[in-house]
């Protein structure tokens, strides 16, 4: 049986009562001084995961590292790098033969390379998958929202990163025009230039945000931020959203103020057999991992499919991943089974009804754009 694992932290206090069920009711200043010591651990243990296409069934462990987004970029980064190693090596002893690097713990530094190099196991981001989904997230979103893509600027947040860089190549040549948002303008600008070539759309950035946001009907948003970046007052009528940042960076308020706006959480896919994810602690006890039964991020669906192929190698790493290996992990994953998951937001389920109220809420404001009225 091919066995994997994949690291996950929390990426909020909730999230780390969530992992430790002993954190509970515990203020962020005792929380944050008990991860700073505790070692990591082997926090679910993970079976039923079958292949479609060939009945090969996998078990793997999910093992949290303890600390939280923003521990990752500010601790020393050898600090930061031992403790991920640290996790390897226990993904390695527990027989995994890949491990997936969940979060941040794949967006420090450069992207899973270094990790790469010192496992003892090879790794994989899991942003090839991903990217896939949020895609056919987006696209989806679009349909739903009567959006032609060919017609309508696509703005992606964070497009020099790993995830954004490779969306931007998916998405190139099926929207209308292209803008590219990040902090680094030198790092925006050569790839701006470099991205020109290769992709039909017309292509210009911003390192300004809201501007980038402004300017687009389709936003895909893909950063490293911990903090809440997109927001309400920024979004056209009738926009969709596709949120692949972890932990969240569109605002929590558009929820509430824009009923004609559809945010869609990019990344979730459904996984193929009868997939439990149980406590290994707490015996017996299921593992929630806040989304529905039988779904699991993207990027812990990637690690899943390259275990199901028996590649276990080194895949998604850094921050150049080619159209090649996009088409190949989609059609891999698909084959194995895994399927986009239904759309959800601001961590719910999202409904049929929920999507035409929508639907209707754009139309109404899109039309009172054309008249002059505002969003
Ligand atoms: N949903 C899933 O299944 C899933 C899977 C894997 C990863 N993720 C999440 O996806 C996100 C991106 O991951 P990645 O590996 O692509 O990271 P990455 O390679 O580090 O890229 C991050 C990008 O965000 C930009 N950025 C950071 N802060 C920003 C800000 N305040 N405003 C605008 N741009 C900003 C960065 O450029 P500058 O530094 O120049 O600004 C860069 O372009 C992370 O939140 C990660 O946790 C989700």
């Given at each position: 049986?091919?066995?994997?694992?994949?690291?996950?932290h929390p990426l909020s206090l909730e999230d780390?009562?969530?992992?430790?069920?002993?954190?509970?009711?515990?203020?962020?200043?005792?929380?944050?001084?008990?991860?700073?010591?505790?070692?990591?651990?082997?926090?679910?243990?993970?079976?039923?995961?079958?292949?479609?296409?060939?009945?090969?069934?996998?078990?793997?462990?999910?093992?949290?590292?303890?600390?939280m987004p923003e521990?990752f970029?500010?601790?020393?980064?050898?600090?930061?790098?031992?403790?991920?190693?640290?996790?390897?090596?226990?993904?390695?002893?527990?027989?995994?033969?890949?491990?997936?690097?969940?979060a941040f713990?794949?967006v420090?530094?450069?992207?899973?390379?270094?990790?790469?190099?010192?496992?003892?196991?090879?790794?994989?981001?899991?942003?090839?998958?991903?990217?896939?989904?949020?895609?056919?997230?987006?696209?989806?979103?679009?349909?739903?929202?009567?959006?032609?893509?060919?017609?309508?600027?696509?703005?992606?947040?964070?497009?020099?990163?790993?995830?954004?860089?490779?969306?931007?190549?998916?998405?190139?040549?099926?929207?209308?025009?292209?803008?590219?948002?990040?902090?680094?303008?030198?790092?925006?600008?050569?790839?701006?230039?470099?991205?020109?070539?290769?992709?039909?759309?017309?292509?210009?950035?911003?390192?300004?945000?809201?501007?980038?946001?402004?300017?687009?009907?389709?936003?895909?948003t893909?950063t490293s931020s911990t903090l809440e970046i997109?927001?309400?007052?920024?979004?056209?009528?009738?926009?969709?959203?596709?949120e692949v940042s972890l932990p969240h960076d569109v605002?929590r308020?558009?929820?509430?103020?824009?009923?004609?706006?559809?945010?869609?959480e990019?990344?979730?896919?459904?996984?193929?057999?009868?997939?439990?994810?149980?406590?290994?602690?707490?015996?017996?006890?299921?593992?929630?991992?806040g989304?529905?039964?039988?779904?699991?991020?993207?990027?812990?669906?990637?690690?899943?499919?390259?275990?199901?192929?028996?590649?276990?190698?080194?895949?998604?790493?850094?921050?150049?991943?080619?159209?090649?290996?996009?088409?190949?992990?989609?059609?891999?994953?698909?084959?194995?089974?895994?399927?986009?998951?239904?759309?959800?937001?601001?961590d719910?389920?999202?409904?049929?009804?929920?999507?035409?109220?929508?639907?209707?809420?754009?139309?109404?404001?899109?039309?009172?754009?054309?008249?002059?009225?505002?969003?």
């Open positions: 049986m091919g066995k994997f694992a994949f690291l996950i780390v009562a969530r992992y430790e069920p002993g954190a509970k009711g515990k203020g962020r200043a005792i929380i944050e001084k008990i991860l700073s010591w505790m070692p990591c651990w082997t926090t679910a243990h993970i079976t039923g995961v079958r292949s479609q296409a060939t009945g090969k069934e996998i078990e793997g462990w999910f093992i949290t590292v303890p600390l521990h970029v500010t601790l020393p980064r050898e600090e930061v790098y031992g403790r991920i190693l640290r996790a390897c090596e226990m993904a390695a002893e527990l027989g995994a033969e890949i491990v997936g690097l969940g713990t794949g420090v530094g450069d992207g899973g390379v270094t990790i790469a190099e010192r496992s003892p196991i090879p790794v994989t981001t899991g942003n090839s998958l991903t990217v896939v989904a949020a895609v056919q997230s987006l696209l989806r979103g679009a349909r739903e929202m009567e959006i032609d893509p060919a017609e309508t600027t696509c703005t992606v947040v964070g497009a020099t990163g790993s995830i954004g860089s490779a969306a931007v190549r998916m998405l190139g040549d099926s929207v209308g025009r292209m803008v590219l948002v990040a902090r680094n303008q030198t790092r925006l600008r050569k790839f701006a230039q470099e991205i020109a070539g290769e992709i039909s759309a017309p292509v210009s950035f911003t390192t300004d945000v809201s501007e980038g946001v402004r300017q687009a009907q389709l936003i895909v893909a997109i927001h309400p007052e920024d979004l056209q009528p009738g926009a969709v959203v596709c605002s308020r558009v929820a509430e103020l824009r009923p004609d706006v559809l945010v869609t990019g990344g979730n896919m459904r996984v193929p057999g009868e997939p439990r994810f149980m406590r290994v602690r707490e015996q017996g006890e299921e593992f929630d991992l989304l529905p039964p039988a779904t699991a991020l993207a990027c812990m669906s990637e690690t899943m499919a390259l275990a199901l192929e028996g590649r276990n190698e080194n895949y998604s790493l850094g921050r150049g991943i080619r159209l090649q290996q996009l088409y190949e992990i989609e059609e891999m994953a698909a084959r194995h089974g895994f399927e986009l998951a239904d759309l959800r937001a601001f719910v389920a999202i409904s049929p009804e929920q999507i035409a109220r929508t639907r209707d809420a754009a139309r109404v404001a899109r039309l009172g754009r054309a008249v002059g009225g505002n969003p």
